[in-house]
Structure formats: C-alpha cells, structure tokens
C-alpha cells in the first residue's frame, strides 16, 4: 500500500467514507481495476489468478454475459412489478434444471433474501417457528438469517444463539467425532438430525425446517459424508419439517453437478440460490413445489423491487447459455479431480496439510501445526495467501479457526490454470519461513 499512490488513496478514501465493517481481502489490500476470463488486474497492471472468485462462475467480463446485459440495459430495465419476457423465461429455464417437484421460483437480489424468503416460507407453510441448522454455517446477513447462521452468531459481537434456533453436529469427517475411515459416518451424523429433531417434537416446538448447504462452505468447506443429506432429510419430514438446501455457494455447477444435493440423493423442498447466477449481477433465486407455494402464497405479498429485472434475468439467462454451450459443468468435474489430485499430491510432501477436501471447483486445504493434534495453522494460513498473492495467485483462508485455504476458481479454469496454483503453492510451502 505504501508504495503505490493509487491504491493508497483508493483505501484512504474508502476507509474515511465507508463503515469498516465492510471488511477486504488481505491486510495489505489490492485495488482491482479490470479482469479477463480468470485473470484480475490490480493498479499497477499485475495480473492474478483468480482462484477465490465465486461470483464470476463463468469468468470474468464473459462477452455472452455482458453482450446480453448492455443489450437489455439499452431497451428495458425496470421494476419487478411490470411484467416482461425475461422474468417468466428465467424462472423457466432454473425450474427445467431443477427436479421434480421443484417447480415455482421466487427472485431475490442476494444469497441472504433468498434465505430470508425460505426461512419465512418454511415458518408461514408449517406455522412453526424453530429452526436447526449446521453447526458453523452461514446462511447470510439480514436479521433474520444471522440467527439462523453459527457463523456469526457465535462470533465476538454476535450475540449466540437465538432460543428457536437449534444447531446439529457438524458432519466434519475430518475433525468429527467420525471420521474419512467410518463407514457409518452419514448414519452417525445423520442421527444427530434425528435426535434434535425428535427431541424439539417432545418439547412441542417441532422444527419448521432445516437449513444445510450439499458441502458446507463458509462453515470450512466440509464434504459430506454420502448419504447423510438424504437421511438427514428424511429425520426432518418425519418431524414435519421442511428441508431447505442452501446453494447460494454451490449451484449452477460449481461441485461438478448442476445442484450440490444432486450426488446425495436427495430432493430439498426449497432451494435458495444467489451467486454465480447473474456472474456478478445481483439475482438470487427461491425455488420450491408448487404445494409449498400456494400455502406461502396465501399470505402476505412478497415485492422486492429489483428482484429478477430484466437485466439481471438477461445476465442469468445467458450464464445459463454459456454452461450449456460450454459443458461447465462436466468441466468443473473434470477440472476439479486434476485439481483435488494435485492438492493431495502436495499433502503427501507437506506436513502443514491436515487435510484436502473438495467436489467440482471447490477445495479446502486445512492447516495443522500438528497432523495428531491438528492445532490449527491460523497464521501460516494468512500468511500463505498473502505470498499466494505476491506470486500473483488469489485464495483465501476461511473457516472456524481461518486456517482452511479456501479455493473457488471460476468454472472455466483449465488444468494449465491449476498447474500454476499448485506450483505456486508447492513452491510457498517449501521456503523457509
Ligand atoms: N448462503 C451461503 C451459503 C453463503 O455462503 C452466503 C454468502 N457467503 C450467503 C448465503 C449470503 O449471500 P449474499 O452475500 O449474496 O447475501
């Protein structure tokens, strides 16, 4: 930051006008000011790879993209309330990538109003008002879905958890009380579903519904164990409770199958949706049966005045285009093996790696001091990204303790791109620091 008079006064200007709650990536900041495919450009004309960026899921400045958004722009934006092709259509096009019987899609701007929405839409459909969600999940920012989000609730200022919200064993293989090596572990980790909920029905305080992403990202990019969605699931019908599947992170593709729950199994009764969808543009989805919404239907309106315009359906539609034409999806799988392989090649080499976890375009590499005890390696994690970065290589530490390098590349990498980000990273390893 010193060095550079650009990014200096951009953070100089930010710091004075915007509320630092706002948080950036890495302590030294980096100013961004144009990116390509899956390259970002700082002030200073460097290139990165961007290996962290789950927004741009098709890569940066896609022309089909931004072809489809300027031509949109140009001939018609508007509020929702007007009705106009692309809405009808895009709705369309996600409920024919859904499987039955998820029909009926509501739009939103972001991740957590989608959340927001089927978190009200669970309560109102049930009438019931607790919730269980995943131990260290996040499920967004709005009032209502930080008390639903471990995350946040049980961090400094967070206030804990709320008294509706109940929390269900983490299915974290790798630091759970079942591990890689349990065969059991779904049926384990699963019973603990069964239990809270069993035991809230006792209460007489039955769950309207449980939240829970097909792999667990901000909570540690957990991989769950096959099999324990779907009986996780049927734990949650059985109490009455309806299961909401939380892809904000992982739909459209990202783990290597068009929806995350896809290779578990099992069908959620609400499905919330947000990032990648618009490649940047705000646009966040609710899909749910058409059961579910008639009941949610006879309450009060839902308006939400930018939700599904006609530019960010436009940005949506074409996303959508560019994955089919592209085989994205079958990319991210087959991208992501050679991805998973060359990060467990590097765990064989370097003590530091407790354990690499991932499906499609998402990997995890958590950090140990110590392979038995599996103290967290918190510091070593931020200081690996920042000398990432300084080899022009973005990825981030996340998780409970922040030392889980979390690593979430644009679907359109190639094994060349991986190449460079395991190379970097071998190479970061092996210095002597
Ligand atoms: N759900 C999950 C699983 C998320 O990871 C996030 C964002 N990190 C959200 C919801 C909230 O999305 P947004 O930031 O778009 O509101």
């Known amino acids: ?6 990014l200096r006064h951009a953070v100089a ?42 927004v741009t899921h098709i890569g940066h400045a ?46 939103a701007c972001t991740g957590s109003e989608a959340n927001d929405l089927a978190l009200r839409m669970a309560r109102q459909v049930t009438g019931r008002t607790n919730v269980m969600v995943v131990d260290g999940a996040y499920h967004g920012n709005t009032t209502a879905v930080l008390e639903i989000s471990p995350d946040r609730y049980d961090s400094p200022g967070g206030g804990g958890r709320p008294d509706t919200t109940h929390v269900v064993v983490q299915p974290n293989r790798y630091r759970g009380p079942y591990g890689y090596d349990d065969p059991l572990a779904a049926q384990k980790y699963a019973a603990d579903v069964a239990d809270v909920a069993r035991r809230l029905s006792a209460e007489g305080r039955a769950p309207a519904a449980l939240f829970t992403e097909a792999l667990i990202g901000s909570g540690g990019q957990i991989t769950l164990p096959p099999g324990y969605l779907a009986s996780a699931f049927e734990a949650v019908r059985a109490a009455g409770g309806l299961c909401v599947s939380d892809e904000v992170q992982i739909g459209i593709g990202r783990l290597g199958t068009m929806w995350g729950f896809e290779a578990h199994g099992a069908v959620p009764d609400i499905v919330t949706l947000g990032k990648p969808l618009g490649n940047g543009m705000p646009l966040a989805a609710v899909a749910t049966t058409r059961e579910i919404a008639d009941e949610f239907d006879r309450g009060i309106r839902y308006f939400n005045t930018f939700a599904g315009n006609p530019v960010c359906c436009a940005a949506g539609l074409a996303v959508l285009d560019v ?56 510091a070593e994690a931020l200081y690996i990204s920042q000398r990432m970065r300084e080899e022009g290589v973005l990825i981030y530490p996340n998780g409970r303790f922040g030392n889980i390098l979390k690593i979430k590349p644009p679907l359109i990498f190639d094994p060349s791109h991986v190449q460079i980000l395991v190379d970097t990273l071998d190479s970061i390893l092996t210095e002597d620091w």
């Open 1 to 6: 930051v010193a060095d550079d008079p650009a």
């Open 13 to 54: 200007v930010r710091e004075q006008y915007t509320g630092r709650a706002q948080r950036y990536y890495f302590d030294e900041p980096m100013t961004v000011v144009s990116s390509q495919g899956v390259w970002m450009s700082d002030t200073e004309g460097l290139a990165y790879l961007d290996a962290i960026n789950n």
């Open 62 to 107: 896609d022309p089909t993209v931004a072809d489809a958004v300027s031509r949109q722009v140009r001939r018609l934006n508007t509020n929702s309330r007007f009705v106009y092709a692309q809405f009808g259509r895009y709705a369309e096009r996600l409920a024919s990538l859904l499987p039955d019987p998820l029909a009926v899609v509501y739009f």
């Open 323 to 378: 994955i089919e034409r592209d085989g994205l999806v079958e990319r991210a799988a087959s991208t992501g093996a050679y991805l998973l392989s060359g990060l467990r090649g590097l765990a064989d080499r370097h003590a530091l790696i407790g354990d690499v976890r991932g499906e499609g375009m998402y990997a995890g590499i958590e950090l140990v001091r110590n392979r038995t005890t599996k103290e967290p390696a918190d």
